[in-house]
């Protein structure tokens, strides 16, 4: 019960297109939702959050969106750019101070 | 401030050997969590240690173990190391403040193991 899937696993679109990345969970428990951007080379880092008392958050040019009885949240990349390549992962978390990290979904973004 | 640091970042080991990775965390953070990361597994949780004390542990067999110290800086040690062990070990800090579970990851450690 502690799966978070992640679709598609790779994904190529044109620069300034709209990049979607979707995940479902199926622990209830979870109550946090982060979106993880890691380069070649590097550790994740932290893009952006959202908890389930809200359907949707939004920093500049990415946007989560949460539907809490389908258990799916998915992030937007708005006027995606050659420099958001890279392997993006969305978790699931809660009060057991663990993330459980869907599979990656590698995008490329072509100039 | 400075971000989560790892040493080493790169490390060669032979089969059956043991080795030991360290984390410093970010200034402040008092939680540490240890990863794997493999291309066929992804990132899976390993253990999370607060104020030294591990408060959860992942499906990973004995021959993995870590400890925090008083001043929250974190080692993991695997013994008796087997080929499948090769990947990149990752170390998150948290502050962990209320309603906060931000981990924010270093940059790894590789291991591979010959």
């Known amino acids: 019960q502690q799966q978070v899937k992640q679709s598609p696993q790779s994904l190529i679109v044109q620069k300034g297109g709209i990049s979607i990345i979707n995940c479902a969970y199926e622990?209830?428990?979870?109550?946090?939702f982060p979106w993880y951007q890691q380069f070649p080379g590097k550790g994740p880092a932290l893009l952006i959050a959202i908890r389930p008392d809200v359907s949707e958050k939004k920093e500049g040019r990415f946007t989560i969106s949460f539907n809490k009885s389908a258990k799916q949240f998915s992030l937007h990349i708005m006027d995606s750019q050659p420099g958001d390549s890279a392997t993006y992962f969305c978790?699931?978390?809660?009060?057991?101070?663990?993330?459980?990290f869907g599979k990656g979904t590698l995008l490329t973004v072509n100039p | 401030k400075a971000g989560v640091t790892q040493t080493p970042r790169y490390l060669i080991k032979t089969r059956g050997q043991q080795v030991t990775l360290s984390c410093s965390p970010i200034s402040g953070h008092r939680s540490v969590s240890w990863y794997q990361q493999t291309p066929g597994q992804g990132l899976q949780f390993l253990f999370e240690?607060?104020?030294?004390?591990?408060?959860n542990k992942g499906n990973f067999p004995g021959r993995f173990s870590g400890r925090q110290f008083s001043n929250s800086r974190s080692e993991m040690n695997v013994s008796t190391l087997e080929l499948g062990d090769s990947a990149l070990y990752l170390c998150?800090?948290?502050?962990?403040?209320?309603?906060?579970?931000?981990?924010?990851f270093g940059p790894g450690t590789r291991l591979t193991v010959t």
């Open positions: 622990n209830t428990a979870f109550d946090y």
């Open positions: 998150a800090s948290s502050l962990l403040a209320p309603g906060g579970y931000e981990q924010y």
């Open positions: 978790a699931g978390g809660g009060s057991n101070y663990k993330l459980t």
């Open positions: 240690y607060f104020s030294e004390t591990q408060r």
